[in-house]
Antibody, heavy 124, light 107 residues
């Protein structure tokens, strides 16, 4: 059974940085594009970023472009999200998700499964 | 970015009711649409992709329809475990975008 486990969240001051990790198991990680999605407290879902199987191509939401960077280590079955210049409005639960769809989930992508999420709080 | 608008934002229903949720895209997304269910404190779970294809293991009381800009998620006979929030998501282009969610509550 495919499983994703996020870690690395925590409390950080505005302007600070965090690096989130997502360890995958139960499927061949290197064969699937992956994504990060967040959910602010009491709010809806916001897709943040996606990465191809090789890591050569990435996409970002405008809200995080230039501040966040997605990457992956296929040897360690791990997805990363480097978050810089954090803002109060980045406070959320951050999920990683496995992409399904055409092109290993890159050209068309719906998400299954999702991890349980790691919480990020940006506050002074 | 394509804007996804769900209606209603919330609804009250009873067990056994038929429930329909609508999702409208700000531009055509063909059939590149998925639906998710999220229960409090839990991660979202995939229900439907390609607008109408039921994910393996999802009960057949769930169904999806539509293409272009207008889509619906229907629950034929609401069960107690279906009280949750539902989200649509387009994957026609990047950035992927979600609707704001529809909360299905007990009447």
């Amino acid at each position: 059974e495919a499983q994703l486990v996020e870690s690395g969240g925590g409390l950080v001051q505005p302007g600070g940085s965090l690096r989130l990790s997502c360890v995958a198991s139960g499927f061949t990680f290197r064969r699937y594009a992956m994504s990060w999605v967040r959910q602010a407290p009491g709010k809806g879902l916001e897709w943040l970023s996606g990465i191809t199987v090789s890591g050569e191509s990435t996409e970002y939401a405008d809200s995080v472009k230039g501040r966040f960077s997605i990457s992956r280590d296929n040897l360690k079955n791990t997805l990363f999200l480097q978050m810089n210049s954090l803002r109060v409005e980045d406070t959320a639960l951050y999920y990683c998700a496995k992409n399904l769809g055409a092109g290993n989930g890159w050209y068309t992508s719906w998400f299954d499964p999702w991890g349980l999420g790691t919480p990020v709080t940006v506050s002074s | 970015a394509i804007r996804m608008t769900q209606s209603p934002s919330s609804l009250s229903a009873s067990t056994g009711d038929r429930v329909t949720i609508t999702c409208r895209a700000s531009q055509g997304v063909s059939s590149y649409l998925a639906w998710y269910q999220q229960k409090p404190g839990r991660a979202p779970q995939l229900l439907i992709y390609a607008a109408s294809t039921l994910q393996s293991g999802v009960p057949s009381r769930f169904s999806g329809s539509g293409s272009g800009t207008d889509f619906t998620l229907s629950i034929a006979s609401l069960q107690s475990e279906d009280f949750a929030t539902y989200y649509c998501q387009q994957y026609y282009n990047y950035p992927r975008t979600f609707g704001q969610g529809t909360k299905v509550e007990v009447k």
